[in-house]
């Protein structure tokens, strides 16, 4: 380990800034919350209780207790892990018994990943099955947990092993493989969109069209105005794992699909579950998952470009303890990317601001949309205000941690642009 490397250097201030913003955002909201998370709005006196309010701030409360530890935790075993040299005796070990790059890439891809996983699980098992049930929104089994554990694992493992040996390859073969590579990419995530709703979805939940009747009506009728075209409306068995409630679409072409959690269905009128459509149909109108690809697609070529004039520079390797013997470093391009992964991946917060900023202008835009296919903005408020409550969302939040964490408008700010 070279402590004096930019890249040494680059990573451990990525670190210490990503734990102290983190931290920082968290204390902020937490004092807020002490101090005016029980107060409830006049507009909201009718629909929220004080009861309501401090269960929400209770349950806020418990979520950030065990954050801290798990943070603290989870991002020193990373440290540890690669400052140990953990990484490079797992690579020297995978290289001398495989001499195969292919096998060393997806297998040093399992094993790296192994460590982290362990020490995130007790966290995972006490979030969802101490605070979740004990606030009441659980309903998973440890048997339906480990069932959906298995079949994640082996799905990621499946997509995971693809990516890597179409990766591996365009490394050992191609010159300008950071365009391949991101072609690849850019194709796969297309080809996902139209196989999960209808390959990788139902393998957790049952989908069941929605029953003729007063809310397909309306819903088929906003479809119809927007000029949205789906496969059909489906209700997710939500309930078997939580009490929380959702609803979206899904999908590409003509694999999208309208999906409503039945815990939806059940908190809400027809008049609100169509207003929640119509802010989804909202999305769709606007063309937002167009305007994200064409943003998203140009970074991911430029990520893969800059990277490859990082990834054979040899001073990378050895800032953290790699060997680069000339007869094995032509085939440490994944090693590269991982490092490289590891020195600028704790700057991600910061970028997650900016996306949370457009992701907001779009929510803003899709609730309009949705007051003006509504021909109100009160159904849509209503709703708004029902999820809120029943999802333990709280109500109150400091301008700072939402504008850092927050991909949504708080309530309040959804509330006063519909009324506008």
């Given amino acids: ?3 004096s490397s930019v890249f040494v250097i680059i990573y451990c201030v990525g670190v210490a800034l990503a734990v102290l913003v983190k931290h920082a955002l968290q204390a902020v909201e937490y004092v807020f919350r002490k101090k005016h998370g029980c107060d409830i709005p006049d507009e909201l006196r009718a629909y929220i209780t004080v009861d309501d309010i401090e269960k929400t701030c209770a349950y806020k409360d418990a979520h950030y207790a065990s954050w801290i530890p798990e943070n603290l935790v989870t991002t020193a075993t990373s440290v540890a892990l690669l400052f140990s040299g953990f990484y490079v005796w797992l690579f020297t070990w995978l290289w001398s018994a495989t001499a195969n790059v292919y096998a060393t890439t997806l297998l040093f891809a ?3 990943s192994i460590p982290e996983s362990l020490v995130s699980l007790p966290f995972a098992l006490y979030d969802e099955f101490v605070i979740e049930k004990r606030f009441g929104f659980s309903t998973m089994t440890f048997k339906l947990w480990l069932a959906d554990a298995l079949k994640s694992f082996v799905i990621n493992a499946v997509v995971a092993s693809f990516l890597l040996v179409v990766m591996t390859l365009l490394f050992e073969h191609v010159r300008i493989w950071w365009w391949l590579l991101a072609t690849v990419y850019v194709a796969f995530s ?4 139209f196989l999960y709703p209808r390959v990788i979805a139902p393998l957790f939940n049952k989908f069941t069209p929605l029953e003729d009747g007063a809310l397909k009506t ?5 479809m119809t105005r927007t000029g949205f075209t789906a496969s059909g409306i489906f209700v997710m068995d939500a309930s078997k794992r939580s009490t929380h409630s959702n609803a979206y679409f899904t999908g590409f072409g003509k694999s999208k699909r309208v999906v409503l959690y039945d815990t939806l269905v059940n908190q809400l009128t027809v008049d609100e579950l169509g207003a929640v459509l119509a802010h989804e149909l909202g999305h769709y109108k606007k063309k937002h998952l167009i305007k994200q690809f064409c943003v998203v697609i140009p970074l991911v070529y430029a990520a893969l470009f800059a990277i490859s004039k990082i990834v054979d520079y040899e001073p990378l390797y050895k800032a953290f303890g790699f060997a680069t013997d000339a007869a094995v470093f032509p085939h440490m391009k994944f090693i590269g990317l991982f490092l490289i992964s590891q020195v600028f991946g704790n700057f991600g917060i910061f970028a997650s601001a900016a996306g949370n900023y457009f992701s907001r202008k779009h929510e803003y835009e899709a609730d309009t949309y949705a007051k003006e296919l509504c021909g109100s903005g009160e159904p849509l408020s209503s709703a708004l205000i ?7 969302s709280e109500v109150r939040v400091a301008k700072l941690y939402s504008a850092f964490t927050y991909s949504h408008p708080t309530l309040l700010e959804r509330l006063d642009a519909l009324h506008r």
């Fill in 1 to 3: 380990m070279q402590f």
């Fill in 110 to 112: 399992l094993f790296a």
């Fill in 190 to 193: 297309l080809l996902m969109s």
């Fill in 218 to 222: 309306r819903v088929s009728d906003f």
């Fill in 386 to 392: 029902k999820l809120n409550k029943e999802n333990n």
